[in-house]
Nanobody, 113 residues
Framework: QVTLVESGGGLVQSGGSLRLSCAAS????????MGWYRQTPGNQRELVASITNDGREVYVDSVKGRFTISKDNAKNMVYLQMNSLKPEDTAVYYC???????WGQGTQVTVSS
């Protein structure tokens, strides 16, 4: 059984930073691709960043240079370091096992102006 649990969300002022964490069980990080997605009310969930099993990273244009995705295969953890946050980054952020299609429960990120 695959379980993904996000943490690290919260309220931060514009320009601030947050680090999201996703703890995974039931999958092997070393061979799976992982991703971070976000969703705002009334909108579809969108990909923010993904990382392949061999460490290749992909980012949506709006977060390039500000967000960094990383993973620790030994700990089965994936992270999203978010710097220079903007009010438009406010959303519920979800961790996803891209390879298996499993989702976490989400963590709220709110950026105040």
């Amino acid at each position: 059984q695959v379980t993904l649990v996000e943490s690290g969300g919260g309220l931060v002022q514009s320009g601030g930073s947050l680090r999201l964490s996703c703890a995974a069980s039931g999958i092997s990080f070393s061979i799976y691709a992982m991703g971070w997605y976000r969703q705002t009310p009334g909108n579809q969930r969108e990909l923010v960043a993904s990382i392949t099993n061999d460490g290749r990273e992909v980012y949506v244009d709006s977060v390039k240079g500000r967000f960094t995705i990383s993973k620790d295969n030994a700990k089965n953890m994936v992270y999203l370091q978010m710097n220079s946050l903007k009010p438009e980054d406010t959303a519920v952020y979800y961790c996803k096992s891209v390879t298996t299609g499993n989702w976490g429960q989400g963590t709220q990120v709110t950026v105040s102006s």
